[in-house]
């Protein structure tokens, strides 16, 4: 499991930073953050059935940002043990991140790259949005 995160995460991370560096506008690595997660999320070799777009949406972030990257983490992570429903924590971390970048300072472009990943993410978790947990991975017996 922990591979498959990784990769995840390098997958962003790599589609937004060749982005920056090919992209040719200032807007692409904006572009690339958004569409990395939907093409994790709904691909199209899979018949459009993918996962949630966490992992892939958080390599997205750390290449445009480490700082708000970290700041994304601590969202997810206080989103997740608050509401204790991983998609309804997906959703509420995917619409805050870009208001979080804001608040923190972040670069017009850089929040608007961090909305379209968060954007991405929380429509992907409203699928999940009734589907009923026997348990969640912070709810098993150790």
């Known amino acids: ?3 498959v995160v990784a ?9 937004v930073r060749l982005a920056q560096s090919w992209g040719g ?4 690595p904006v572009l690339a953050a958004g569409l990395v997660v939907v093409g994790h999320c709904w691909p199209l070799f899979a018949g459009f059935r993918g996962g949630m777009g966490m992992a892939s949406g958080a390599g997205a972030l750390l290449a445009q940002w480490p700082l ?3 700041l994304a983490l601590g969202l997810a992570a206080a989103s997740q043990l608050t509401i204790r ?3 309804r924590g997906n959703l509420a971390t995917g619409l805050l991140v870009g208001p979080l970048w804001w608040l923190f300072g972040a670069a017009p472009l850089l929040v608007a790259g961090a909305t379209a990943a968060g954007v991405v993410v929380g429509l992907r978790a409203l699928s999940d949005w009734k589907r009923v947990y026997r348990e969640l991975w ?4 150790r």
């Open 1 to 3: 499991g922990v591979l």
């Open 25 to 28: 506008s200032p807007w692409a």
């Open 138 to 141: 912070l709810d098993r017996e």
């Open 85 to 87: 429903h991983s998609a």
């Open 7 to 15: 990769l995840d995460i390098a997958k962003g991370f790599l589609a």
């Open 68 to 70: 708000g990257f970290v």
